[in-house]
Nanobody, 120 residues
Framework: QVQLVESGGGLVQPGGSLTLSCAAS????????MGWYRRPPGKQRESVAT???????NYADSVKGRFTISRDNAKNTVYLQMNSLEPEDTAVYYC??????????????WGQGTQVTVSS
C-alpha cells in the first residue's frame, strides 16, 4: 500500500502565504505525476496544480502566478507554495500521486486532505 500524508494547512489572512507538503511512502517503485486538488465549501473538487516526473507543471488559471508546485523525487514529496492568498482559496486541499507500486502496477492515491482557510 501507499500512503500520502499532507501537512501545512491552517488559517491565514488575505494576502498571506502557506506551504503545503505531501510525503508519499509505502510500496513505491516510482512516482509518475503528483498534484494538488482542492474542494471549496459547497463545490466540487478541482485541480490546482500538477507536476510530472520530468518536472513539467500545470496550474489552474485561478492560481497562476500565485502558487508554485515542486517535488523532491528523493523524498517522494510534493510541495505547494501558496502566495497572495485570497478568501476564494479557502478549501480542503488534497494531494494526489500516480504511483508504480513495487508489484509494477500503476495506481492513483489520495491524501486525507488538509484545510486551508483564508480569512481576516
Amino acid at each position: 500500500q501507499v500512503q500520502l500524508v499532507e501537512s501545512g494547512g491552517g488559517l491565514v489572512q488575505p494576502g498571506g502565504s502557506l506551504t503545503l507538503s505531501c510525503a508519499a511512502s509505502g510500496s513505491i517503485f516510482s512516482i509518475d505525476a503528483m498534484g494538488w486538488y482542492r474542494r471549496p465549501p459547497g463545490k466540487q473538487r478541482e485541480s490546482v496544480a500538477t507536476v510530472v516526473g520530468g518536472g513539467s507543471t500545470n496550474y489552474a488559471d485561478s492560481v497562476k502566478g500565485r502558487f508554485t508546485i515542486s517535488r523532491d523525487n528523493a523524498k517522494n514529496t510534493v510541495y505547494l507554495q501558496m502566495n497572495s492568498l485570497e478568501p476564494e482559496d479557502t478549501a480542503v486541499y488534497y494531494c494526489s500521486a500516480v504511483v508504480i507500486t513495487t508489484d509494477r502496477v500503476l495506481r492513483g492515491y489520495w491524501g486525507q486532505g488538509t484545510q486551508v482557510t483564508v480569512s481576516s
